[in-house]
C-alpha cells in the first residue's frame, strides 16, 4: 500500500522499513512483492523514483522497527484501532 501512494518525503521511511523486513533489495523485487499483493498492476514511475533514491542511499539489512503482533488478550484487534 505505501507503494501505491509513494508520497516522497510522507511514505520513504515506511518503505524503507518494509523493504528491509521483507528483504527487498532491488526494483524488481519490490515489483514482484508489490504484485503479489495487487494481481494485474504494476509500479508506477513515481514508485519506481521513490525505490530508486531508497537504494542510492541503500537499504539496512535489519529494519529498525519490527512489526507489532496483535494481542490476542485484547479486547479488539490491535493491527486495525480504527475498528472498535
Known amino acids: 500500500m505505501k507503494l501505491r501512494g509513494s508520497r516522497a518525503g510522507r511514505d520513504t521511511d515506511d518503505i524503507v522499513e518494509l ?16 504484485e503479489s499483493f495487487y494481481p494485474g498492476e504494476v509500479l508506477e514511475p513515481k514508485a519506481c ?3 530508486e533514491a531508497i537504494l542510492a542511499r541503500g537499504v539496512p ?4 522497527l519490527r512489526p507489532q503482533q496483535p494481542s490476542v488478550t485484547s479486547n479488539h484487534y ?3 484501532p480504527r475498528r472498535r
Open 61 to 64: 539489512e535489519e529494519p529498525h
Open 78 to 80: 490491535s493491527a486495525h
Open 19 to 34: 523493504m528491509a523486513f521483507c528483504g527487498v533489495e532491488t526494483v524488481a523485487d519490490a515489483a514482484e512483492y508489490f
Open 49 to 51: 523514483c521513490v525505490l
